[in-house]
């Protein structure tokens, strides 16, 4: 898996997990879908994503994207 993809499956299970927790739990984690949505913007506009150098800390190989 490349660094692009663990990026979006990470965003992607982010997003999904604050709205069950939105609905479940309390309308506040629906902040953290805004704090994704945000930091996804930011990314591809500067090219720089934390999630990014965190997994290519952890050995994966950068895609095109992150590189």
Known sequence: MS???AVMLFAGFMVLL???LGIYASPYW???TAFV???LMQASVTGFC????VFKMLGLKP?????
Not at 50 to 53: C, E, K, L, Q, Y
Not at 63 to 67: D, E, I, K, R, Y
């Open 50 to 53: 934390p999630a990014a150098i």
């Open 18 to 20: 604050s709205l069950a």
């Open 37 to 39: 949505g945000v930091n």
């Open 3 to 5: 660094v692009d993809r």
């Open 30 to 32: 629906l902040w953290l």
């Open 63 to 67: 895609g095109v994207a992150f590189s």
